[in-house]
């Protein structure tokens, strides 16, 4: 997985999460943006072919890259999980694995509730309103899958050491283990 990509689908989704009531997303050199120019909002909307379907589109195409990667770091959870030997860097991949699929699920979440969100700027759209509840659907219908693997991949391999993430896990219980307690400073030092 590509890790300027990756923080890029990221950084979209951090975008699509922060929509509020009559907001309107903007399309700027491929990047997703808030416009909250209300003067000439129309006219550069028009201008640079921004509408909302243009938008929707965008934000599938976030979303379904962001799905992909997020199963691709399941799918490296799965694969570490199943051939997991004493060796450190399996064990390294497999939390970079398990951060990066925590990451990619709670950003999915809240740019749903985002995409939902807007839904009031276009309520009286209802071909719009329509689409953004099939694609909300079908992001929460995936994360429940994934989440579903993880759940039968723990209890298959017994495995308690790790914290699997699921779409309503909090950062901490992503995150690797605590580091080991630092051992006393020397009689000398003190």
């Known amino acids: 997985m590509d890790d300027e990509r990756y923080e890029f689908v990221l950084e979209a989704l951090g975008v699509i999460s922060r929509l509020t009531e009559n907001k309107r997303l903007s399309i700027r050199s491929g990047h997703v ?40 770091a399941l799918q490296d959870i799965v694969i570490c999980t199943s051939s997991e030997g004493p060796g450190v860097s399996a064990y390294l991949e497999k939390e970079r694995s398990v951060r990066k699929y925590g990451r ?14 807007h839904k009031v700027t276009y309520k009286t759209d209802d071909r719009f309103c329509a689409l953004v509840e099939v694609l909300v659907g079908h992001v929460r219908d995936q994360l429940h899958d994934m989440d579903m693997t993880l759940k039968i991949t723990s209890s298959a391999n017994n495995n ?3 914290n699997f993430p699921s779409s309503h896990s909090s950062p901490a219980s992503i ?9 006393p400073l020397p009689s000398s030092y003190r």
């Open 33 to 72: 943006d808030i416009d909250n120019d209300k003067k000439f909002q129309f006219l550069k909307r028009w201008w640079s072919g921004d509408d909302r379907e243009v938008c929707l589109n965008r934000v599938k195409q976030i979303f379904n890259e962001a799905i992909h990667m997020a199963r691709s």
């Open 104 to 117: 990619l699920s709670e950003a999915l979440e809240g740019a749903s509730h985002g995409i939902e969100t």
């Open 160 to 162: 308690t050491s790790t």
């Open 175 to 183: 995150s690797a283990p605590p580091p080991p307690p630092v051992p």
